[in-house]
């Protein structure tokens, strides 16, 4: 298998200080057992709009970052964004809370995460008038799903149009060809409801049996389908050096929702940051502390939030 399949792939599945900048409040907050996060709130902004940050797929704390993998992509963004005016609320997935207390869940399902994510818009609704779902990755779908349950805007960062299944197939069929028959009959398996340990050793990392039941649940939920009913405000922001998530992943989403405004920035990967160089070059800065956000993720995100913010006052 490729570099480019398992990023996207891998499923596993307070005290107050301040910044070095000091524009903003940091506060660690325990929404319930499974959700600790970071919130910012900007120090010279009354009655700031929220934007809830939810990670991608992996064991991926509030940061962006995995045990083999720091980038502080989700780091940067919040306080990007708070930095402008806009207080920001990140957590970890509850897969790190488990994985740091040395215990591994096999009953976890992808309806965890939604649940997760609607819990933290209820911790916040009493306090904040104007509350943004913004999910990156996998956290695109988790955020889209959670936010029927009652926010005022979505913004998918790098999120899926297809289901979990065609967008597997399609990876592996172009990364991988000689595993698509393979790939194919396992899918359909796992989508009528049944589990199998009928599957080439090489494809474990997508098909181990401890996470067959978290990819069924992950099956059931076509992201197109869902943001068409999203009667809300809606960003979509995609790159052109995407290696996971394709700019056509993101044309689907706006097919479906005619009136989300589609932002593909040139040059973005994956993690948001701007890539000059090769394959190599965007691969290795997954595991690089040294790269910004890059700035039109940050525009983009502040002109949809003020023309959120303007249509709930008005």
Not at 20 to 26: L, T
Not at 68 to 78: E, H, S
């Amino acid at each position: 298998m490729t570099k480019h399949i398992f990023p996207f792939l891998c499923l596993f599945i307070g005290m107050t200080t301040f910044t070095d900048a000091q524009n903003f409040s940091s506060t660690e907050i325990t929404i319930n057992r499974y959700v600790d996060g970071t919130l910012l709130v900007p120090e010279s902004v009354e009655n700031p709009p929220l934007v809830i940050i939810i990670a991608g797929s992996g064991p991926t704390d509030r940061n962006g970052n995995q045990s083999f993998m720091k980038n502080d992509m989700l780091k940067k963004l919040a306080e990007g964004l708070s930095e402008n005016g806009v207080a920001t609320f990140r957590y970890d997935k509850r897969v790190v809370k488990q994985l740091k207390a040395g215990i591994f869940d096999k009953n976890i399902r992808f309806d965890d995460f939604v649940t997760d994510a609607k819990s933290v818009v209820t911790y916040f609704k009493p306090s904040y008038d104007s509350i943004i779902i913004a999910g990156h990755s996998q956290g695109s779908l988790v955020g889209l799903l959670a936010s029927e349950s009652g926010v005022d805007g979505f913004i998918s960062l790098a999120g899926a149009g297809n289901p979990i299944d065609q967008i597997i197939l399609e990876q592996i069929t172009k990364t991988a060809p000689f595993f698509t028959e393979d790939t194919k009959r396992v899918l359909e398996t796992l989508k009528s409801g049944k589990t199998t340990a009928d599957f080439p050793p090489a494809l474990a990392s997508i098909f181990n049996l401890d996470i067959q039941p978290f990819m069924m649940n992950w099956m059931e939920y076509n992201p197109q389908e869902r943001i068409e009913n999203l009667e809300i405000p809606v960003l979509i922001v995609n790159g052109t050096k995407d290696l996971q998530v394709s700019v056509m992943e993101a044309q689907l989403l706006k097919d479906h929702k005619a009136d989300a405004e589609l932002v593909i920035i040139k040059n973005m990967n994956h993690l948001l940051f701007e890539i000059d160089g090769d394959d190599l070059v965007n691969t290795k800065s997954y595991n690089e502390l040294n790269h910004p956000i890059i700035p039109q993720v940050i525009t983009s995100m502040l002109n949809f939030i003020q023309k959120d913010k303007s249509t709930i006052e008005e």
